[in-house]
């Protein structure tokens, strides 16, 4: 009896990590209309898909069409909760870079890091604009 409650204890103390990171993971989704550059990597048009993953240091898993990468993002602090989940873009003429991250209800965000193309825009001074995209969580 004693070696299969220790059996138990150790499967349960084996399973309990997965269990605790398939919880901290968010998944946003969105509908892209267009192609877009996140973490350096250029993006196809369709649905997005970005998992939220770690605790003290955030990743994000980013998927559109068969691209996937990534991307370690600066976190954000807003005093106020975020309306709507959302994707914020840099647009530069028809060139869209993947800039922030924001989920409904919360209080913190992620940024992307500017990569090499986006600062070379900016030190072009190319007139630049933001999009936003509502998309949904769980």
């Known amino acids: 009896m004693k070696k299969h409650a220790v059996t138990l204890l150790i499967?349960?103390?084996?399973?309990?990590?997965?269990?605790?990171?398939?919880?901290?993971?968010?998944?946003?989704k969105a509908e892209v209309p267009f192609e877009f550059v996140a973490g350096g990597k250029a993006m196809p048009a369709g649905e997005c898909t970005i998992e939220v993953r770690g605790d003290?240091?955030?990743?994000l898993w980013i998927s559109s069409g068969d691209q996937h990468l990534f991307a370690m993002p600066n976190s954000t602090e807003s005093l106020n909760p975020s309306d709507d989940t959302k994707l914020v873009f840099n647009r530069y003429g028809d060139r869209y870079f993947l800039s922030t991250i924001?989920?409904?209800g919360e209080n913190?965000?992620?940024?992307?890091p500017v990569g090499k193309l986006e600062a070379?825009?900016?030190?072009?001074?190319?007139?630049?604009?933001?999009?936003?995209l509502v998309a949904s969580s769980k």
Do not use: D, H, M, W
């Open 11 to 28: 499967l349960a103390l084996v399973a309990l990590p997965g269990l605790v990171n398939a919880q901290s993971r968010k998944i946003i």
């Open 56 to 59: 003290s240091q955030t990743i």
């Open 102 to 104: 924001s989920r409904e």
């Open 108 to 112: 913190r965000g992620y940024e992307l």
């Open 120 to 132: 070379e825009l900016r030190a072009q001074n190319v007139a630049r604009s933001n999009v936003t």
